[in-house]
């Protein structure tokens, strides 16, 4: 079983960066396609980016296409958001996700539901 560990969120005025990152360890990384969502205050968790197995094949919400880069360093088990150009919507708590999908590679999954294992989150503050 894999466990999860976000960093990186902060305060940041808008049009400013921010790099999150997720550290797994207890797994066999090479095994899970991994995701970030966010959930804003009274919001649902939405999705905001997916990669396969072994980051070929990347996914976006359509709200952060152009500006967050997602990328994995499957030596160091570590996924990694790049968000560019921050807006004050996107403000919210971000949590990275895994899924098991043994040693088949896969497209990459978007939504809440696919996922087995989710870490503990990180806040994301952008300031108008």
């Known amino acids: 079983q894999v466990q999860l560990q976000e960093s990186g969120g902060g305060l940041v005025q808008a049009g400013g960066s921010l790099r999150l990152s997720c550290a797994a360890s207890?797994?066999?990384?090479?095994?899970?396609?991994m995701g970030w969502f966010r959930q804003a205050p009274g919001e649902e968790r939405e999705f905001v980016a997916a990669s396969s197995k072994f980051g070929g094949r990347t996914s976006y919400a359509d709200s952060v296409k152009g500006r967050f880069t997602i990328s994995r360093d499957n030596a160091k088990m570590t996924l990694y958001l790049q968000m560019n150009s921050l807006k004050p919507e996107d403000t919210a708590v971000y949590y990275c996700?895994?899924?098991?999908?043994?040693?088949?590679?896969?497209?990459?999954?978007?939504?809440?539901?696919?996922?087995?294992?989710w870490g503990q989150g990180t806040q994301v503050t952008v300031s108008s």
């Open positions: 207890g797994g066999s990384w090479n095994i899970y396609a």
């Open positions: 996700a895994a899924k098991n999908t043994g040693y088949i590679d896969t497209n990459p999954y978007t939504t809440r539901a696919s996922y087995d294992y």
